[in-house]
């Protein structure tokens, strides 16, 4: 089992930043593949970010490019969603997970990943 808690949410204003932080426990956590979803309202759960279990390689949605970082630091078992020029349209519910298996570049889903957080709102407002 692979329990993950997700903190750093609630409100600001847009333009500004917020970090978004996740702790896991109950095993290795530099064997697993961490990743980043959200879901609005009214929405679907979808992709955000991901990162490999060394680091090196991540992917993100397109519209988060250039203004979201996902990092991961192994020895404190925390990943780290890192934004920047926040928009209203980002307001969701922010969803840390995790998942065994191979890194890939292309968008992952939600049946893809194994383990998930509770979630952490995030309001961008105007």
């Known amino acids: 089992q692979v329990q993950l808690v997700e903190s750093g949410g609630g409100l600001v204003q847009a333009g500004g930043s917020k970090r978004l932080s996740c702790t896991a426990s109950?095993?290795?956590?530099?064997?697993?593949?961490m990743g980043w979803f959200r879901q609005a309202p009214g929405k679907e759960r979808d992709f955000v970010a991901a990162?490999?279990?060394?680091?090196?390689?991540?992917n993100y949605v397109d519209s988060v490019k250039g203004r979201f970082t996902i990092s991961r630091d192994n020895a404190k078992n925390t990943v780290y969603l890192q934004m920047n020029s926040l928009k209203p349209e980002d307001t969701a519910v922010y969803y840390c997970?995790?998942?065994?298996?191979?890194?890939?570049?292309?968008?992952?889903?939600?049946?893809?990943?194994?383990?998930w957080g509770r979630g952490t709102q995030v309001t961008v407002s105007s």
């Open positions: 997970a995790a998942r065994q298996g191979p890194f890939r570049n292309t968008a992952y889903g939600v049946d893809d990943f194994r383990y």
């Open positions: 109950g095993r290795t956590f530099g064997n697993l593949i």
């Open positions: 990162i490999s279990w060394s680091g090196a390689s991540t």
